[in-house]
């Protein structure tokens, strides 16, 4: 199969994790073509061609003037299935729509009338059907894919909490995240402060414009790192997980988590809320300082154990194979058609 995916957003976060690791896991038997913008890379440096399989054929197009580069890529990679990723693709998908069926993945909700008009749509969460009662394209139910991270030896997660700022007996709480003023960090850098936990430690992984801001707010008492790599082997030193965030579709930081066996705590926001009835985990409401500042002392106290929950569900080579159902289902609709 000629799959072609479309994601025009900078840096490397969910979104674009998710986007490379359902190009990587298709690759090896299918040809996989990814369109992304010049100015792919964020401030940090971070980008979703450094994470890519290098046999995923990437196109990147003016990220001003992306309609004709995207039609370009379309007409000469030929695919028999386009699948796009975010408002931007959908809405050029819309626009111009190619020979062939079109996908897109709800990462979000349905912020555009052009998501309306593909062919198909994946809603990794429940939540998202609400905006579909007039759509009539075909609905899939896909799980958000997940990766699990190696185990790493009891050597190296003390080495990695040490780089974290927290010795062997300091209670590690940590966040991941882009630092942006919609996933809540200075919510929890308050609450932390005023938790005033003893031989505990705060460490936020991630880049964003709300960095200087945060650092100022916490004045000293957390460790910003800024963006990682290794992000996912952070999760297994973390003794407390906490998503603050003040929207989340769903939260893949939550499945990180999940899969190193750190307890998590999260706001009740769209996708915690979904995911913690079926998962162990604590939510706290939105914006409410005093709440997860009372959650945080609870849970520092009681050091709740490590977990090894079953997500099965959401492994990457379960949810490719749904996908790529999808793609195949969409493709025989319009061969009738």
């Given at each position: 199969?000629?799959i072609?995916?479309?994601c025009?957003?900078?840096?490397?976060?969910?979104?674009?994790?998710a986007?490379?690791?359902?190009?990587?896991a298709?690759?090896?038997?299918h040809?996989?073509?990814?369109?992304?913008?010049?100015?792919?890379?964020a401030?940090?440096?971070?980008?979703?061609?450094?994470?890519?399989?290098?046999?995923?054929?990437?196109?990147?197009?003016?990220?001003?003037?992306?309609?004709?580069?995207?039609a370009r890529?379309?007409?000469e990679?030929?695919?028999?299935?386009v699948?796009?990723?975010?408002?931007?693709?959908?809405?050029?998908?819309?626009?111009r729509p190619?020979p062939c069926?079109?996908?897109?993945?709800l990462?979000?909700?349905?912020?555009?009338?052009?998501?309306?008009?593909?062919?198909?749509?994946?809603?990794?969460?429940?939540?998202?059907?609400?905006?579909?009662?007039?759509y009539?394209?075909?609905?899939f139910?896909?799980?958000?894919?997940l990766?699990p991270?190696?185990?790493?030896?009891?050597?190296?997660?003390a080495?990695l909490?040490?780089?974290?700022?927290?010795?062997?007996?300091?209670f590690l709480v940590?966040?991941?995240?882009?630092?942006?003023k919609?996933?809540?960090f200075?919510?929890?850098v308050r609450?932390?402060?005023?938790a005033?936990?003893?031989?505990?430690?705060?460490a936020?992984?991630?880049?964003?414009?709300?960095?200087?801001?945060l650092?100022?707010?916490?004045g000293g008492?957390?460790?910003?790192?800024?963006?990682?790599n290794?992000?996912?082997?952070?999760?297994?030193?973390?003794?407390?997980f906490?998503?603050?965030?003040?929207?989340?579709?769903?939260?893949?930081?939550?499945?990180?988590?999940?899969?190193?066996g750190?307890?998590?705590?999260?706001?009740?926001?769209?996708?915690?809320?979904?995911?913690?009835?079926?998962?162990?985990?604590?939510?706290?409401?939105?914006d409410?300082?005093?709440a997860?500042?009372?959650?945080?002392?609870?849970?520092?106290?009681a050091?709740?154990?490590?977990?090894?929950?079953?997500?099965g569900?959401?492994?990457?080579?379960?949810v490719a194979?749904?996908?790529?159902?999808?793609?195949?289902?969409?493709?025989?609709?319009?061969?009738?058609r």
């Open positions: 199969m000629r072609l995916h479309i025009l957003s900078k840096g490397f976060a969910g979104t674009e994790r986007t490379a690791e359902m190009c990587n298709h690759v090896g038997e040809e996989v073509c990814l369109v992304v913008r010049r100015g792919h890379r401030r940090s440096g971070a980008s979703i061609r450094d994470h890519l399989d290098p046999r995923v054929r990437v196109v990147e197009v003016n990220g001003w003037f992306s309609a004709r580069g995207v890529a379309i007409d990679f030929g695919p028999e299935v699948h796009g990723h975010l408002r931007k693709s959908t809405r050029l998908l819309a626009e190619p069926p079109t996908i897109a993945t990462h979000m909700w349905v912020n555009g009338p052009h998501f309306l008009a593909m062919d198909g749509l994946i809603v990794i969460a429940q939540w998202q059907k609400k905006d579909l009662a007039t009539r394209g075909r609905v139910e896909i799980n958000e894919s990766v991270a190696p185990r790493l030896s009891a050597e190296a997660v080495q909490r040490s780089e974290l700022g927290a010795g062997p007996g300091d940590g966040g991941v995240g882009r630092l942006a919609s996933k809540g200075d919510t929890l609450a932390f402060v005023a005033n936990l003893p031989q505990a430690k705060l936020i992984v991630g880049d964003g414009r709300e960095r200087s801001r650092e100022r707010l916490a008492r957390a460790r910003f790192t800024g963006f990682r290794d992000v996912k082997a952070c999760y297994q030193a973390f003794d407390l906490v998503s603050p965030s003040r929207s989340e579709p769903l939260g893949r930081v939550l499945f990180e988590a999940l899969d190193a750190t307890p998590v705590l999260a706001t009740a926001t769209q996708g915690p809320s979904e995911v913690l009835r079926r998962f162990p985990g604590r939510l706290v409401p939105i409410d300082v005093d997860m500042s009372t959650a945080l002392r609870e849970l520092a106290a050091r709740p154990a490590r977990m090894r929950p079953d997500l569900a959401y492994h990457l080579d379960r194979a749904e996908t790529l159902a999808a793609y195949r289902e969409l493709i025989e609709m319009r061969a009738r």
